[in-house]
Every structure is written in structure tokens, then in C-alpha cells.
């Protein structure tokens, strides 16, 4: 059963993994496949770089506010599923409205009345209260599957072109072979 597996695994590896270096006997089409596999390779990689950088980014965040936090509360002045625009009034009586939003502003609606965490020295660096760097594990993490599985449709279908026009050229090759003989 493991052997199989093991063999299963490697083919699929084989078919859908792209090799940096050509053949010798390797047509123009062929490098121009590979290439393009290369590319879908480095594309879900970015892809994947992205998701990681999010979530690096929104833990980043999270620590610069928990080092030196704030708390106030806010009304949300405009509630969107990606950003939402909120005013707080620090315990100084400053008011402010951060240019980027509130992090993690899912489920606010215009006119709430919410706590909102902030970072006294950059009262610009926002989240709302009890929400952390964890909700951005599953869209980020989401969005690098989504990547991969895009990524290996695209490699499944250029390995299918690939053995398609390898076939066509052994056809020509015995059909020139044939022609050759036949002389």
C-alpha cells in the first residue's frame, strides 16, 4: 500500500512539477510549456508569500497596540465587510478618526457603539476590542489554498498539453519514419 503511495506521489510530482532545465531534443513549444509551468509555480508562491505576510502583518500590529494600549469608545461612522470607518475620543479629549479604518471590522454596522483597542502613540493603529491577528488566519489561509488549487489546474492542463503535443510529435516522427523506409 505505502510503495503505491509512495509511487502515486512521485508521478504526480513528476506531471505537475515544472524542471528548470530542458532536454536536449526539447522543441520550442515545450521550453514555452515549461516556462509557463514555472511561472504558475512562482505565482502560487507569491500567493502563498501574501497570505503569510498578512497574517505576519496583523500580528505585527497586534503587538505594537498591546504594547503601549489604549482604550476607548468609538462610533462607527461608516461599516463596510473590509473597512470601516470609526471616531474615538482618547481620555486627553482628542478626537480622531484613523485615515485607514479599524482592523478586523467585520460585523460593524453604521452607527454602533464599540470599544475599540489603540495604540497611545499612534492612536492611527486601531482594533476593535477582543479581536486579534487569529481572523486573519482564515481568509489568508483561504486565499493561499484557493492559489494552490488554481495553480495545479493550470499545471494539470498544461501537463496534459504537453503530452498531447509529445504524442503528436511521435506521430510525425513514425510518419516520417515510415515515408523514409517505404523509399
Request: hydrophobic share 45%; net charge positive; aromatic share 6%.
Amino acid at each position: 500500500m505505502i510503495p503505491r503511495l509512495v509511487n502515486a506521489f512521485g508521478t504526480v510530482r513528476r506531471v505537475l512539477l515544472p524542471h528548470l532545465y530542458g532536454e536536449p531534443n526539447e522543441t520550442r513549444a515545450q521550453t514555452v510549456i515549461r516556462w509557463a509551468r514555472i511561472l504558475v509555480v512562482i505565482f502560487a508562491c507569491l500567493v502563498t508569500l501574501q497570505s503569510v505576510l498578512l497574517v505576519a502583518g496583523a500580528w505585527r500590529n497586534d503587538r505594537q497596540i498591546e504594547r503601549n494600549m489604549g482604550v476607548a469608545a468609538a462610533e462607527v461612522l461608516d461599516a463596510g465587510p473590509r473597512r470601516s470607518t470609526i471616531e474615538f475620543v482618547t481620555p486627553d479629549r482628542i478626537t480622531y478618526r484613523p485615515e485607514l479604518g479599524v482592523l478586523y471590522p467585520s460585523e460593524l454596522d453604521t452607527g454602533m457603539r464599540i470599544y475599540v483597542e489603540y495604540d497611545r502613540n499612534d492612536p492611527d493603529l486601531v482594533r476593535v476590542q477582543d479581536r486579534n491577528a487569529l481572523l486573519a488566519v482564515i481568509p489568508a489561509g483561504s486565499i493561499a489554498v484557493l492559489g494552490w488549487i488554481v495553480a495545479g489546474i493550470v499545471l494539470a492542463a498544461l501537463a496534459l498539453l504537453q503530452r498531447r503535443l509529445a504524442r503528436r510529435r511521435s506521430d510525425q516522427d513514425d510518419v516520417s519514419l515510415d515515408s523514409q523506409s517505404l523509399s
